[in-house]
């Protein structure tokens, strides 16, 4: 069993900077792309940030510019730098990754239990 753990959230001030990680740990072969979504109140769950496995990242307008989003393959770990926050930026956080079992052919996606990040205005 796979699961993801997210973790760096918390309460900032417009302006401020958070570092969210998200790790897997589990019976896990390879792990391809790996992905930050989030979801505020009333609103979709929407997607922020996407990585590859070769580092190849894509990111949403609304973040570009602020957020970086990196990986530790050994650790299998995924990283969310988020800078110049703004009250929008409030939501919760949830990793994605797209992770081969052991005892698998092919990936699925597993899902964190998300983080909660609320910037101030």
């Known amino acids: 069993q796979v699961h993801l753990v997210e973790s760096g959230g918390g309460l900032v001030q417009a302006g401020g900077s958070l570092r969210l990680s998200c790790a897997a740990s589990?019976?896990?072969?390879?792990?391809?792309?790996m992905e930050w979504y989030r979801q505020a109140p009333g609103k979709q769950r929407e997607l922020v940030a996407h990585?590859?496995?070769?580092?190849?990242?894509y990111y949403v307008d609304s973040v570009k510019g602020r957020f970086t989003i990196s990986r530790d393959n050994a650790k299998n770990t995924v990283y969310l730098q988020m800078n110049s926050l703004k009250p929008e930026d409030t939501a919760v956080y949830f990793c994605?990754?797209?992770?081969?079992?052991?005892?698998?052919?092919?990936?699925?996606?597993?899902w964190g239990q998300g983080t909660q990040v609320t910037v101030s205005s």
């Open positions: 589990g019976s896990i072969v390879s792990i391809n792309n």
């Open positions: 990585i590859s496995s070769g580092g190849s990242s």
């Open positions: 994605n990754a797209e992770v081969t079992p052991r005892g698998r052919a092919s990936p699925r996606n597993y």
